[in-house]
T-cell receptor, first 114, second 116 residues
């Protein structure tokens, strides 16, 4: 399978707990993106990596959110002290560098905070 | 924030008919892309049109872009039940526009239902 893999597919957590999601991009892609999507909305940008460098972060990414991409391979997104408002689908995507390339998305991780 | 805005929000057609979805955006773009999302799944890239292109085709898909009106349309011809999904337009900002250089900004989508 050469697509973008996300793990887990679903996560239910209690408010206040920490959660971590993993994304394995397409190996040839050096750009990796995290988006968040709530019901009935389009995906909203969270952060973006080129290789291991985190180059852009959205204002949506509060200090409870942190993302890493060690060695420019897989990436993790951690949410600390989860709140009910964090419930959403978290989507990872990867692409080649440069303009003119579409993104390849993973199937997402659906987070439910109870 | 979401730049693109798709119209209509929902569209229901019979199998075999054509489906047209529109997208409007606000800032200067490098390219505009269309994605499909089946319920509860990730997005699938359909087609990309650059700011200096006016029309592009891919199989049953036809995309137009009017940068003077900041709008795009996606036409799906001879629709099939399997085309039932949400369709999103996404814009990549023009370099030097001040926006995030590489992030795509998505609209809220058009929910297409194709009735067999």
């Amino acid at each position: 399978d050469t697509g973008v893999s996300q793990d887990p597919r679903h996560k239910i957590t209690k408010r206040g707990q920490n959660v971590t999601f993993r994304c394995d991009p397409i190996s040839e892609h050096n750009r990796l993106y995290w988006y968040r999507q709530t019901l009935g909305q389009g995906p909203e940008f969270l952060t973006y990596f080129q290789n291991e460098a985190q180059l852009e972060k959205s204002r949506l990414l509060s200090d409870r959110f942190s993302a890493e991409r060690p060695k420019g391979s897989f990436s993790t997104l951690e949410i600390q002290r989860t709140e009910q408002g964090d419930s959403a689908m978290y989507l990872c995507a990867s692409s080649f560098a440069g303009t003119g390339y579409g993104y390849t998305f993973g199937s997402g991780t659906r987070l439910t905070v109870v | 924030s979401q730049q693109g805005e798709e119209d209509p929000q929902a569209l229901s057609i019979q199998e075999g008919e054509n489906a047209t979805m529109n997208c409007s955006y606000k800032t200067s773009i490098n390219n505009l892309q269309w994605y499909r999302q089946n319920s509860g799944r990730g997005l699938v890239h359909l087609i990309l049109i650059r700011s200096n292109e006016r029309e592009k085709h891919s199989g049953r898909l036809r995309v137009t872009l009017d940068t003077s009106k900041k709008s795009s349309s996606l036409l799906i011809t001879a629709s099939r039940a399997a085309d039932t999904a949400s369709y999103f337009c996404a814009t990549a900002p023009r370099f030097g526009s001040g926006a995030g250089s590489y992030q795509l900004t998505f609209g809220k989508g058009t929910k297409l239902s194709v009735i067999p």
